[in-house]
C-alpha cells in the first residue's frame, strides 16, 4: 500500500468541511516498477480559478468561525484536496476524504466519516464520480459548478446538492436566445463528457421543438485530436453562421487553436457558462475568432476583504509553508508554484463561481447549526453526533438568505434556481482591452415571457453585424412552406399560394382559402370581394343586344304602320288582318321581352323576364298557328258543300289566341306560386368571380313553358307543311312552313348553348336566340307582303290574286 494522500491545505475543527477542487492542470505519474512502494503522483501547472475556490472556501470558513449567530461556539475545520483534473486523483482524494489520511487500528474501519460535508468537484464528470462513490456512504456532496443534467437524478444522485442550476436551464437559455434571434439553422459542437452529451442533447431537443434546425452536431473530447479535426472539417462545410458550443473549458481551448489556424472566422459562436468568461481564452488570435461570442454566465460578485485575503491573510493563516499549525507533514516543494500568485489578485473581481461556494459552505453551516439545536446565546449541543444522513436531510430543508441577497434553498432535485448573465466578448477601441460585457439576463424564476431579456444595441456581432443563419429564406405572405425531401423542416421551398387562398404572415406553413365571396389579390396576401359579372348595359355586348332588340322594335312598328296604312289592300287583308296585327303586336312584345334579360337581376325583373318571355311568344306562336288554321280552313271552304269557315270565323281565331295563351298564362301563375324565379349568386361556375343570374326556381315549370311553346311551334309547322301546296296566291303557309323551321332551329340550337354557356354568356343566348327566332318570324312572314305592297303594288288587286289563284289550279 502506497503513502497516504494528505489534503493541498487542512484545518481542524469540531465540524470538517470537504473540499476537493482542481487547484493544478497536470499530473505526472510515477514509476510503477514493482520494486518499491508507489509514490505520491506530482502535480503542475496552477489552474488558478479552481485555487481561487479554495481561498474562497477558506475565507467563508472563517467568516462563519467569526460569526456570533452560526454556529456561536462552534469552529469548522476543512481538509481541501487538489485533484490536479485528473479522475485518478479525484478518486484518490474522495477516498482520503471519506476515510482520512491514517487507517485506524485493527481490521475494521470505525464507521465515522471524519467529514460532514464534500463541496466540490469542478467538472461533471468528476463530479458524477465523485457522487457515486461517497452516495453509498450518505455523505453530502454539494458542487458549485457541475451542472450537468444527469446529477438531478435524485435515485442515482440521492446525497448530491448544488448550488449551480442544473444545465437543463442552460441548455433552455441557449434555445431562448438562437430564437430571439431568429438563427432557425446553427450548428453544434459539444465535449464528449457528460456535461457536453447531456447538455446537448437538452439543447436538440428543445430546440426541434422550437422549429430550430441542427444542421450538424459533432463532438470531441481533450485527448481525441483526430476527432477534433473532423469537427473543424464540418464547421468549414457547413453553411450555418451560428455554432452553439457546449463544451467544457479545455476543449474550448483547443477548439480555438484550430479554428486560429485555420483562421475560419465570422461565425457566430454562442457559448456557456463552462468557458465564456474564461479570461485565459483572450487572445489577439482567439479574437479574431471570436470577437463577438454571445453566451450564458454565472453573475459576478465581489465580495468585501477578499481581494487583501488572497494576497495576505491567506498565506498567513491557511497555507501550509509559511505557518506551521497543519496537523499533517507538509512537503513545501508541492506549494512552490503557488507562492508565485502570493502578490496576485487582479483576477479576483472576474471570479464568477465564487459565490457558489461560497453559498455551498453557508448552507452546511446552516444545516449543521440546525441539527445541533443552537442558539445565539446558549450555544450548540456539542454532544450531539451528526451523521452524514442527518446533514443531507437537513440540507434539503435550507432556507437562508446571504450577505449579498441572493435566496438559497435547493430544489426536489438538488439544484439552485437559474439566473444568467447575457455576455458579448467585446474590445475596447481605446485601449485594446478584451471584456466580457453583460448584455441581457435570463432568470427562470420569472415567467417564460419575461425569463429572457437582450439588449440587441449593446452587442457586437461577429462580423460586424447580426448574421443571417437560416437554411432557406422567409417566405414572404402569398407563399407557403413545402419541405424539401430529405432535409430539414428548415429547408424548405416557397410555393404561391394557389388561386382563391392566400397567407398573410410570413412563413406561413398553409394556405388558407378565402370566404365564399372573397378571392385573393394578385400578391395572395389578401382575400378581396368577387368580381360580380352580370349582363349590363354599359358593357358592348349589352349595348348590341340592345340596339339589335330596338332595331327589331322599330322595324316591328313600321311593318305596322305600312299594313296600317294599307289595311284596305287585298295583300293586308288575307288571312285576317286582325292576326296580321296581333302578330305584330306579340312581335314587338318579343323584341321588348328581351331587354329584361340585360341588367342587375332583381326580384322582380327574375319573375319578369322569364314569364313576358313566355307569354309573348306564346301569343306570337297562337297568332301564327292562327294564320295556318285560317289558309286550311279557307281552302277547305272552296270546296262544293263546305261551310267550315262558318265555324272558324275572326271571332273563333280571336278566341283559338286568347284560349292558347291563357294556356301559359295559367302555367306562368302557377311556376310564380310554387317556385317563382329568384337572383342568384352563382360562386360555382368561376371560383374567381360571382355571377348574377336569375334562378330558376323551378325548372319543371321552366322547360313546361318552353316546352309548351315547342310544342304550339311544331303543330303550326306540320300544319303549315301540309298546306304548302295550296294555291300560291291565297297561300301564305309556305312562309309560315319557313319561319317555324328557322323557329325551332333557333329554339333547339338554343337548347345546348344555354346548358353549356358560362355567366353572362347564358343569358346573352337566351337573348339572341329570342331576337333571332322573333327575326325569323318578321322576316318570313312579313317580308313578302311588304314587297308586294312597296315594290309590286300591281299584284295588290284582288284580280290579280285571283286570277293567279284560278291560274294555279
Known sequence: MGEPKYPLLSKDGEAIIGGIFAMHSKETLPSFEFTQNPQLLSCSSVNLPDFRLAQIMIFTIEEINRSKMLLPNVSIGYRIYDTCSSRMSSMSATMGLMNGPEFPGGDRCNGQSPIHAIIGETESSATVILSRTTGPFKIPVISH????????????????????????????????????????????????????????????????????????????????????????????????????????FIEMGLLIDQLSVQNITGLQIIGVEGWITSRSLFSQNSFNVMAGTLGFALRKINFEGFSDYVIKAFWETAFPCLQNSSHYAVNCSRYQDLLTLKDYNEDVPEQRYSSHVYKAVYAVAHSLHNLLKCKEQEGCAKDLTIQPQQVVEALKKVNFTVKFGDHVWFDNTGAAVAHYEVVNWQQDWIDGSFQFKSVGYYDASLPPDQRFVVNNENIIWAGGQKPISVCSESCPPGTRKAAQKGRPVCCYDCIPCADGEISNETDSTNCKQCPGEYWSNAEKNKCVLKAVEFLSFAEVMGKVLVVFSLFGVGLTVLVALLFYSKKDTPIVKANNSELSFLLLFSLTLCFLCSLTFIGQPNEWSCMLRHTAFGI???????????????????????LPGSNVMKWFGPAQQRLSVLAFALIQVLICVLWLTISPPFPNKNMNYYKEKIILECSLGSTICFWAVLGYIGLLAVMCFVLAFLARTLPDNFNEAKFITFSMLIFCAVWIAFIPAYVSSPGKFTVAVEIFAILASSFGLLFCIFAPKCYIILLKPEQNTKQHMMGKTSKTC
Open 616 to 638: 309573348t311568344f306564346v301569343l306570337c306562336i297562337s297568332c301564327v298557328l292562327g294564320k295556318t288554321l285560317v289558309v286550311l280552313m279557307a281552302f277547305k271552304s272552296t
Open 145 to 248: 459548478t457541475a451542472s450537468c443534467e444527469c446529477l438531478s437524478n435524485r435515485k442515482d444522485h440521492p446525497s448530491f446538492f448544488r448550488t449551480i442550476s442544473s444545465d437543463y436551464h442552460q441548455s433552455t437559455a441557449l434555445v431562448y436566445i438562437v430564437k430571439h434571434f431568429g438563427w432557425s439553422w446553427v450548428g453544434a459542437v459539444n465535449s464528449d463528457n457528460d456535461y457536453g452529451n447531456y447538455g446537448m442533447a437538452i439543447f436538440l431537443d428543445k430546440a426541434q421543438k422550437e422549429g430550430i434546425c441542427v444542421e450538424y452536431s459533432v463532438k470531441f473530447y481533450r485527448t481525441e485530436p483526430e476527432k477534433l479535426k473532423k469537427v473543424i472539417d464540418t464547421v468549414k462545410k457547413s453553411t450555418a453562421k451560428v455554432i452553439v458550443a457546449f463544451v467544457s
